[in-house]
């Protein structure tokens, strides 16, 4: 059964994330920025893009105007659901790892795709987040690949790297998925803009469904695992 967004905000909301997001009866999400000198601006109209694809398909009432924000500052809490990508070097902070942790013990969600580069510095730096955690490959019997659009097999495959089949990895806070990690995989390729890769319309289809399931599996929208 769906759960109405008032609901869901409202359980945001227990978290001690700020009002701004409620106005207009909507929220935003943000592009997390981070240090170290990966490109945290890649795929600049990915998550617009898969706002306005949730808007349409899964009956979300997301702000459609995409933000950005600092892994450090108090603002990460007006977000409920943070995107990152790059693909090269990430550095967090002794503050930014505590800052982060904070957000994702109260709730938030923070989906991470790799897009080619970035795997060893953000395993590295999960590790400040969660000393005592490591990334743990999900089943594809995960609730994630079971929600408004079926993917029997996990991830798609956007764009060939390695010839590694893509993975996703999750990081969990009482028993909760509070972070997504999409690996080998580069779903936010496939929800640029058509022109900049020139993906078929099968590729870009289903990158948008899953993205679509990782929105509504974090909002708790449909189906859980």
């Known amino acids: 059964m769906k759960l109405s967004f008032k609901i869901i905000v409202s359980s945001i909301l227990i978290l001690g994330i700020s009002l701004g997001f409620m106005q207009n009866s909507t929220f935003k999400l943000a592009v997390l920025k981070y240090d170290g000198g990966g490109d945290w601006y890649a795929n600049p109209t990915s998550l617009k893009n898969l706002v306005e694809f949730c808007n349409k398909n899964i009956e979300s009432n997301i702000n459609p105007i995409t933000d950005h924000v600092d892994v450090g500052s108090k603002e990460i809490f007006n977000y409920p659901f943070i995107h990152m990508t790059g693909h090269g070097n990430v550095i967090f902070s002794g503050d930014d790892a505590a800052n982060l942790r904070k957000y994702l013990q109260r709730g938030g969600f923070l989906h991470i795709d790799d897009n080619y580069g970035m795997d060893k510095f953000i395993r ?26 079926e993917f029997p097999n996990g991830l798609p495959k956007v764009h060939e790297h390695d010839n590694k089949p893509p993975q996703a990895f999750g990081l969990f806070y009482e028993s909760k998925l509070v972070l997504l990690y999409t690996y080998e995989c580069d779903l936010g ?5 058509r022109q900049v890769h020139n993906d078929d319309t099968k590729t870009r289809e289903n990158a948008f469904k899953m993205g679509a399931n990782i929105i509504q599996y974090a909002f708790n929208l449909g189906e859980i695992d």
């Open 124 to 149: 590295r730096e999960l590790k400040k987040v969660f000393p005592n955690q490591t990334l743990i490959e999900l089943p594809f019997t995960h609730g994630v690949f079971h929600q408004k659009y």
């Open 189 to 193: 390729d496939g929800w640029e803009d």
